[in-house]
């Protein structure tokens, strides 16, 4: 699927003293129709009657959070690489509040875990599941597990590379406002400069990263998020498949 012809992240709205919006990613398609529906009905929108049964189909405690129900679903992990992965079902996928990486928390074969689902760029997500998940979950490459999760209420920080680092480091106002910017910005961030081969191309986004965050901007813009951003196991924007190689 093509990126949104016009995508807003972080949309904050007050009503007084009620945050009506906080934090809200939107991002329109070609010939698509959308609206952002309040809970007195306001706003309209053709085909809103298939978002209202949704809505209505929700428990009411995933109906406050905002999200859709909890996802259980079946996936086989598999290697790229060095990597071992879990791929969603693209019915799995469609649940989750955003074609971009979505923060998730759950359990594979009951073990708890909380993992980016990164997507896949082709309308799916995937995540990486390392040694200590594989243990965890007793299951290892080729075996079919059991997820159930849902979105995480909350965006841990991540880590950001050793390059990143040192150059915001070196630019006091641009680590300033890092340091105020929301934890799922920092991902942003991270994953737009991520999102290339070529060193010279990570140095340049490294240094315009610096220099927007000087002049005030809280996001990057302009770039894809419904792509895969981990380029060792992607290849334009899409994810490898298992016998791809990965250079």
């Not at 990597?83 to 073990?111: C, D, F, H, Y």
């Not at 010279?200 to 490294?206: D, L, S, V």
Request: glycine share 8%; with cysteine.
């Amino acid at each position: 699927m093509k990126g949104p012809l016009i995508e807003a992240v972080e949309v904050v709205k007050h009503d007084g003293t009620v945050d009506a919006l906080s934090g809200l990613d939107l991002g329109a398609h070609g010939g698509v129709v959308a609206a952002v529906l309040g809970p007195n009905g306001a706003g309209k929108v053709d085909g809103e009657s298939d978002l209202r049964t949704k809505i209505a189909e929700m428990p009411d405690a995933d109906k406050e959070q905002g999200y859709m129900s909890t996802i259980r679903c079946d996936a086989t992990l598999f290697t790229i690489g060095s990597w071992t992965l879990l791929r969603l079902p693209k019915s799995a996928s469609a649940q989750l509040p955003s074609r971009g990486m979505t923060m998730v928390e759950g359990a594979i074969n009951g073990s708890p875990f909380q993992a980016p689902l990164e997507p896949n760029g082709k309308g799916s997500h995937w995540f990486r599941v390392d040694e200590s998940m594989r243990d965890a979950a007793g299951a290892d490459t080729g075996d079919t597990v059991t997820l159930v999760m849902e979105p995480a209420k909350e965006w841990p920080e991540p880590a950001a590379p050793a390059d990143l680092k040192n150059a915001l480091a070196a630019v006091p106002q641009a680590y300033a406002l890092w340091m105020t910017i929301t934890p799922k910005a920092q991902w942003d961030w991270i994953r737009w400069i991520r999102a290339t081969n070529q060193p010279a191309t990570r140095r340049r986004r490294i240094e315009v990263a610096c220099s927007k965050l000087t002049a005030g901007a809280r996001r990057p813009c302009c770039f894809n998020r419904n792509l895969c951003t981990e380029p060792y196991i992607s290849h334009n924007g899409v994810l490898r498949e298992p016998t791809q190689p990965t250079v």
